[in-house]
Antibody
Framework: QVQLQQSGPGLVTPSQTLSLTCAISGDSVSSNSAAWIWIRQSPSRGLEWLGRTYYRSKWYNVYAVSVKGRITVNPDTSKNQFSLQLHSVTLEDTAVYYC???????????????WGQGTTVTVSS | QSVLTQPPSASGTPGQRVTISCSGSSSNIGGNYVFWYQQLPGTAPKLLIY???QRPSGVPDRFSGSTSGTSASLAISGLRSEDEADYYCAAWDDSLSGYVFGTGTKVTVL
């Protein structure tokens, strides 16, 4: 059974960097059948896909246009986890952040089938 | 901000059929698969439908998905009290090169 466990601070100061980690159990961050995703949810912006990292003979990263230039999603193969860094945060970045697995089989996308528990992040001074 | 449009609410009595619409464009629903997620209060979203009309194992066959052009629909038949939740559609958007989500629909069981 695949599980994702999120960790990271719930309070970030404006202009600083938001950092969260998602630990994977039951699967591998290097799996050729998965992509590892960050999503956030806020009352003003709804559900918002932020980006993903995945391994297909080499590592790939894809980021949402809305946060491109401020976001980094990194895999950590030694700890079987992946992380989110969002730089230069503002009050607008206050949200519940989720990590998720996007599952593939024979190249077909089976959707975001496993989610972390969510982390409420507040940007405030 | 959400790119896919859903009605804010839907309701029905136990046993009824409820349908939720999701309107997009040619860059998302019109050319890519649609996914549906159910979110119970205080929990993470749960995958309900993948590849527009497929159910993951464990999802009751009361839930079904369909698409037509640039729109998609989720139908819940035999409505039950435990179906009371928020429902979101999602699809890859070729123009944005990322996933887009719907605005969400709150289903109430009367």
């Amino acid at each position: 059974q695949v599980q994702l466990q999120q960790s990271g601070p719930g309070l970030v100061t404006p202009s600083q960097t938001l950092s969260l980690t998602c630990a994977i159990s039951g699967d591998s961050v290097s799996s050729n059948s998965a992509a590892w995703i960050w999503i956030r949810q806020s009352p003003s912006r709804g559900l918002e896909w932020l980006g993903r990292t995945y391994y297909r003979s080499k590592w790939y990263n894809v980021y949402a246009v809305s946060v491109k230039g401020r976001i980094t999603v990194n895999p950590d193969t030694s700890k079987n986890q992946f992380s989110l860094q969002l730089h230069s945060v503002t009050l607008e970045d206050t949200a519940v952040y989720y990590c998720a697995r996007e599952h593939y089989s024979s190249g077909a996308n089976y959707g975001m089938d496993v989610w972390g528990q969510g982390t409420t992040v507040t940007v405030s001074s | 901000q959400s790119v896919l449009t859903q009605p804010p609410s839907a309701s029905g009595t136990p046993g009824q059929r409820v349908t939720i619409s999701c309107s997009g464009s040619s860059s998302n629903i019109g050319g890519n698969y649609v996914f549906w997620y159910q979110q119970l209060p205080g929990t993470a979203p749960k995958l309900l439908i993948y590849r527009s009309n497929q159910r993951p194992s464990g999802v009751p066959d009361r839930f079904s998905g369909s698409t037509s052009g640039t729109s998609a629909s989720l139908a819940i038949s035999g409505l039950r009290s435990e179906d009371e939740a928020d429902y979101y559609c999602a699809a890859w958007d070729d123009s944005l090169s990322g996933y887009v989500f719907g605005t969400g629909t709150k289903v109430t069981v009367l």
